[in-house]
């Protein structure tokens, strides 16, 4: 409760009205002055009008009838505070004018500085500072801000008037110049306005404020309200200080500085100081700043204060404080201090310090850092500061980190290039599961379509590669094997460099940056976040290679391994191809027999890899077709073995084709595939189980204990679930038979179809697991086709249709609500039942806080995305009550 | 309560233990003879063993121990009733042993009849029959039924020894022949049971009800219970009933009859009769019964009792009677009465009947007619009794009626032959929307490929045309022009008759019964339907004709016109793909202006015909693509342009074909059509809402009352949603400046993704009705692409996974379950808005009764599923209270 008064909020050495959790009220900066005076931090004093009186000047058109008089007691107060009288002829009070709201909204409002000076205080002010141009200099500075801000005179009349007394000169004015400008822009204020310059300081006082809440309606503060979804009632404080001056000669000065490195995070203050200046001359970089130790130097006993003082701040605020300060005639003021911006690397060695140093729990520590920013510290970066770079054209971001090589305009030249030793970057129109062979040789891909989670994006973020989709502006021409990327041409062999983190494309060889391994502090972070007890973190893994990077990287389990991704290898291909050509059961489980050993071989090396961690294996997903080659290059083949005259190979070819034509479908993403392969095919589905469980049975006999976890893609309703379940269990009878107790496997299913998130309860009673495919749910539910996307999802986002991509960033109120929907009714049919996410969304932080407010058990995601979905998870931690009221506390700071 | 016995209830002239209402205790039989009984009908007198005893049996192996005792007092009462002993040596009480379960399992468990002759007994038998013959037959009838049916003797063991003594004769066996099957009979008996048969009445009448409580477990009816969904725990009660005979000479008799005639619904009694005879020989065809009149001509006193009795139990029952009754020695006995079977045409017209005589009211008269057997009634069917025709193949039968017409094998070939005047009958793989003309041109449409909503299905119902789809024998090579069919060769112009009702194709010309179109019982029905207060029912119409026909047969509106439809007619292709191939936004609105007046000439000619109904007209919903040729025509086309050396054609279709590929799809049915094309290309939806209100306009200054309904398709976002309606309403103001009174528009949208179901409540805020597009529902729910699910769903429907195709009758579990939460929210959010269907689930009864049971509004269907779609609709009419305990006394039916 304020007793002086109901709209103003003093804080001085004898007075504070407020404090920093008044920030709505008295904006970020009223607040934050309030609480810096509090902690005995020298601020010039002064006072805020509340943004209750913004409010009612906004809406009336007026300020309340009894705040002139509550300025005018505030300002009484302020004048015996400071030991000068506002508008004094011979040692004038002066005031800066400031906004201030809720949330910071930088620039977008209006400030007035040396608000009381007139013709007659100037000099008073001269006398008092000893300098004629300091006095008049900050004369002309009020004219011009006022003039422009309270009196809205186009500024450009300001500028031209300066230009007819200076001319071009960018000397220092002198005090006859001075004298002139000042003449000039008081008669340009009378031009504009009819009326003279208000010599009256009250006058000057009341306006000042009633045009710092009119910003509040600038087109551009409403421009970015709008951006960044502030309230437009919020409104603005505005804050009255005493005027301070770094610009009174040696013993005076002005500085800014971080209490830690914010590029690096190391613990030591990192500040500017330039003496006898004001803050703005730091800005506009007129002069250069010294290091802060010329200021130890000059005033050992000034910097011994500031040094303690915002050690202080940082201590008070649990967080790295960005201060402005200046020191007149060699007394230290603090303007202000917030919570500084830091680099990915800094925000980290900073969250693991502050906790070690005790200073933040390590709870606080793990959520002061942004997870995707992450992406950024692990990834190598191009080194654009090592000349002048031009992008091509520009596309998605779809995979971090960059690549430099040369391009590759087919799967097969990919891996042709690579085996010569060259760094290859594949460029196509997009890519596809048959091109993996070539993705893998190559170093980075750069796709003409797709989104950021196409085929290409998908793969890349798996394999940790960079990649950029969805470049319009490329066309590739396949018969003349040339690439058009914005204007210019390029041809197999030529050198291309690709940002992953902005998705900018560069012609030649741009040096790399490489991501250093060696984060001490981040591992340190992660080792807290690991412990602390939120949903767990697996990896989508279908090599051992990528098995054991995740194991490394702290996965608890894979949570999604492929199948279908071994059967793509060049070795498999032709064996699943006469599987699927197969004309009866009995030759497809010829074909079976033979890729049963394969399979085997590739689960025996996982399992051993992630002994004792569980190993999600979902059975074969994609339509068969898929494992075909096109209708187009089999017409191709077939006229090349014609011309060839192997009338044979025409045959086979013939036959292949009538076979593709057959699988081909309308609408693969909702066709003959997932489960219903399974049901019609059960072959395959043994020929699997029996692969996992015989290989699970090797590794356990080596004294390993693999966990095998068999999931069942695509079900669509409970009898399906029962029957597949029943042919897995009857399929491991056969292979366990009297070895059970070896091997412990599990059985789930993913929910990725709407139906099944509907009815999740009754399939839950077959299985120990599900995992939400959030993937193909989300292109089930908004009837998405994620290859197609692209034509109106770019659309709907420019319009604002869409806040986000749902493809990238989980959908809450649509898909959300389903899953919620789901795990409702499973925990309720199956209790012990453990529920994870294995989409793309399980690697962004934004949609792993949401899947870890539903309890999900786990999230599994691209091994590259691993460590962010580490820190996003243990994001959501909720420490018991005890612990919660000091966790809040660091929350309050200034704007 | 039964004062008499635990377990056994009697029925006869002194006392009735139980009633009709006790079907689940003394099975129908039982109930029904009780029933029977209380009315005064002449019944044989009987008692019942309860469904209790039997379940004490089954479970324990042994009938309880009171039984035996409770048999025997009930024997004694029926000997007193019936005034002669069982097992008396001069005239002894005969007894048949019958089954009646709770719902009736026709012939699936055992009856044995004569229980209570033997060695001594039949000569008594024989002098009181006066008939040597008769006494010696019925004992001959016992041992055998009893052997087979209670000692599990084999059948045959039976016939062997009948074959012994009487050769091949089928003449009467005489009285030597008689005795001599008696005696092998018993040898056989002694033969496989080690015993021989037994003597003693009672003996008998224990082991024979034991045994009919045996037949419950009998495989065929363990069988009969799992196809028909009845519980194995039901049980079934054993009806114990003393013996009459019709074969007692020429004043005995037996017959069977329906107090209506079951096949036109005439309204007197339909029955045969056959003089000294048993109820058997009719079932077995010996001898060939006379009509009734007979009976009357013969012993007018009983023909006269009989049609009294059978009116005042078909009153009693409320619904027509298929009874059985002897004539013993002058005097009448009904044995049996049930709820009689009926055609379609019966059924409507005896409903209509009752109701008008005031046996029922006029809702019970909607609800005892089935509304799927309209469709039968309604189709001109094959006259298959004309000859010998053995079907080639079969398919699905996929939109009901018969078609004899000439084989096109192509959409132009089949305006080709109309155009001559032929009756075509179009083969294709399936159709497409380009083939619309041709499918205009033909009278029925038989594909090899799609199922029972493929695109063929959808037309032909709609177009109420035959259709048969998914006939998977038929191979159809286009170079040659051959299509095979099952084993036989086709070309283009042979003759071919389809059977829409079974699916089935038969060559050459199979002549046709015409649906007669003359109803005037179904039009009272269904005018009686229409006034019920059920949700209404509207047609999908594109066509004025169609329109037309839809009012005319009670359409209470257009639920669903598809603009599209419009697109391909000859003459606006080329106009609608200048309008895509636009290069830009000004081009496209230069063709979309000269397609404005096409289709505002179209709305016109609707509004008129439908005025003052409402006409719910679909924006744009298929994917650009659709309309323009396939790629590979294209590349066809160009080949030939190239020939012809005409290289500005040549250039032309370079554009098209590039023009094709960057809109082809992966997944069309998941891209970039319904609202998504609205929010692409706005200019579209303008000029469609400018040619609906500008129609509107014009048929309302006629002093007509246009309805027009804007109806937005594929939308999955409140956003989506807001921005569109906006856009329409902005148009709308252009269009209707100044004149706004005299039209009055809606907006609604389709929920036809899963995620509008789910955020149908703030979708809904935009739109004062929505509708659900259960096809599209029911694919994006499911996963499954109603143009592949073919090669799945059938194995799906085979194996049992699926009970029924969720593409014919509603998935309530899960796609039920997103309408019925999007219902709910929507209700709550904006409770005046209008809620319809209009997915092909619409024309199907069951499907209805459950969109009735949500509260819909209304339901939309093809024109031809109509009044299929009244009926249903009218059937979910719950009487108020007062009227309900009227309405539930007809449901009392003996099994």
Redesign the interface.
């Known amino acids: 409760m304020n007793f002086f008064s109901k709209h103003v909020y003093r804080f001085g050495a004898d007075a504070v009205d407020g404090d920093g959790s008044m920030r709505e009220l008295l904006g970020g900066k009223g607040a934050g002055l309030a609480e810096m005076t509090l902690l005995a931090v020298p601020v010039p004093p002064g006072f805020t009008v509340t943004t209750d009186v913004c409010r009612a000047y906004l809406e009336l058109g007026k300020t309340p009838a009894d705040l002139p008089a509550e300025v005018k007691r505030a300002l009484r107060w302020l004048e015996g505070t400071a030991g000068k009288r506002f508008g004094n002829e011979r040692d004038p009070l002066l005031v800066s004018v400031r906004s201030g709201a809720p949330i910071s909204m930088p620039g977008m409002m209006d400030t007035v500085l040396n608000v009381g000076l007139n013709d007659v205080s100037v000099t008073g002010l001269a006398a008092v500072s000893g300098s004629q141009e300091f006095a008049l200099d900050s004369y002309r500075r009020l004219l011009q801000m006022f003039g422009s801000v309270v009196l809205d005179v186009p500024k450009d009349a300001f500028e031209k008037a300066t230009h007819e007394v200076r001319g071009e000169t960018t000397e220092a004015a002198s005090e006859a110049d001075l004298c002139l400008m000042i003449e000039a822009f008081k008669g340009v204020i009378q031009e504009h306005t009819g009326k003279p310059f208000p010599q009256d300081p009250m006058v000057q006082l009341t306006l000042a404020i009633e045009a710092v809440f009119r910003s509040w309606q600038s087109d551009r503060a409403i421009f970015y309200r709008k951006l960044n979804k502030i309230a437009d009632t919020m409104g603005t404080a505005v804050t009255v200080q005493s005027m301070v001056f770094g610009n009174r000669g040696e013993t005076s000065g002005t500085g800014v500085g971080f209490t830690r490195n914010p590029s690096t995070g190391e613990p030591h203050v990192f500040a500017e100081y330039l003496s006898n200046a004001q803050g703005e001359d730091i800005v506009a970089g007129v002069r250069t700043p010294m290091p802060i130790t010329e200021l130890a130097q000059q005033m050992p006993a000034v910097y011994a204060e500031l040094d303690a003082l915002t050690g202080q701040l940082e201590k008070h605020y649990k967080d790295v404080q960005d201060f402005e300060f200046t020191v007149e005639s060699g007394k230290l003021y603090l303007l202000q201090t917030r919570a500084a911006k830091r680099a990915a690397l800094a925000a980290v060695r900073i969250a693991v310090d502050m906790a070690n140093e005790g200073l933040i729990t390590r709870q606080e520590a793990v959520k002061r850092v942004k997870p995707s920013s992450l992406v950024e510290m692990l990834s190598p970066q191009l080194d654009l500061s090592a000349g002048t770079y031009a992008p091509l054209t520009s596309g998605l971001p779809a995979s971090p980190g960059a690549a430099v090589g040369q391009i590759a305009l087919s799967a097969n030249a990919a891996v042709a290039m690579h085996a010569t030793g060259k760094d290859v970057i594949l460029l196509t129109q997009e890519t596809t599961a048959e091109d993996i062979h070539g993705m893998d040789a190559s170093v980075g891909f750069l796709t003409a379509r797709g989104g950021a989670t196409s085929h290409a994006a998908v793969v890349a973020r798996g394999m940790g590669k960079c990649c950029i989709t969805g470049a319009k502006e490329i066309n590739i021409d396949e018969n003349t094997g040339i690439a058009q990327i914005g204007s210019e041409r390029f041809k197999q062999g030529d050198w291309l460099s690709l940002d992953g983190a902005t998705g900018r494309v560069f012609a030649g060889q741009v040096p790399m940056r490489p991501a250093s391994e060696d984060h001490p502090e981040l591992d340190q972070l992660l080792s807290w976040a690991l412990a602390m007890k939120t949903p767990q973190v697996r990896a989508n893994a279908d090599t051992p290679a990528d098995a054991a990077a995740a194991v490394a990287a702290g996965a608890v389990g894979i949570g999604l391994c492929r199948t279908e991704h071994m059967f793509f290898a060049a070795d498999r291909l032709g064996v699943v191809r006469s599987m699927i050509l197969a004309k009866s059961a009995k030759e497809r489980i010829v074909a079976l027999a033979e890729l049963l050993p394969i399979q085997q071989g590739d689960f025996e090396a996982l399992f051993r890899t992630m002994s004792p961690l569980p190993v999600t294996i979902r059975l074969l997903d994609p339509p068969l077709h898929e494992f075909l080659p096109s209708a187009h290059d089999i017409t191709a083949d077939i006229a090349s073995a014609r011309n060839e005259e192997n009338w044979e190979r025409c045959l086979t070819l013939e036959g292949m084709r009538k076979q593709v034509e057959a699988l081909t ?8 595939r997932g489960c ?1 392969l399974s ?2 095919y059960p072959e395959i589905l043994q020929m699997q189980v029996k692969a996992i469980l015989q290989a699970a049975l090797v590794v356990a006999k080596e004294g390993k204990t693999p966990q095998p976890e068999i999931m069942v893609p ?1 079900v ?2 409970e ?2 679930m029962k ?1 597949l379940a029943e042919l897995i269990h009857a399929t491991a009878s056969e292979v366990l038979d009297g070895e059970k107790n070896l091997v412990n496997y599990k059985i789930g299913t993913m929910i ?4 099944a998130a ?2 999740a309860g009754p399939i839950s009673k077959h299985v120990s697991f599900i995992s939400f495919g959030t993937n ?1 749910l989300t ?7 994620r ?3 692209r ?2 999802l770019d ?2 986002l420019e ?4 806040k986000a991509d749902p493809f990238i960033t989980i ?1 809450r ?3 959300g ?2 899953m919620e929907m789901a795990i409702r009714s499973v925990r309720a049919i199956n209790p012990g039942i453990k529920i994870g996410i294995c989409g793309e969304h399980g690697g962004d932080p934004e949609s792993i806080d949401y899947f870890c407010s539903l309890g999900v058990d786990y999230v599994s995601c691209s091994p590259s995305r691993l460590r962010v979905a580490q820190l996003a998870s243990a994001q959501t931690f909720t420490a018991p009550p005890q612990e919660e009221a000091r966790a809040s506390s660091h929350e309050v700071v200034t704007a």
Chains 1, 2 share one sequence.
């Not at 319009?799 to 869409?802: A, D, Y």
């Open positions: 479908e309308a609408n693969p993403m909702m066709g003959h219903r049901l019609t695509l669509s309703s009898q399906e029957v990725e179809l709407p139906r509907v009815c193909d292109q089930m539910t908004y009837g998405f086709s290859d197609d996307a034509s109106y659309s709907y319009q604002g249709i869409f959908d109120e649509g898909v609500q389903l």
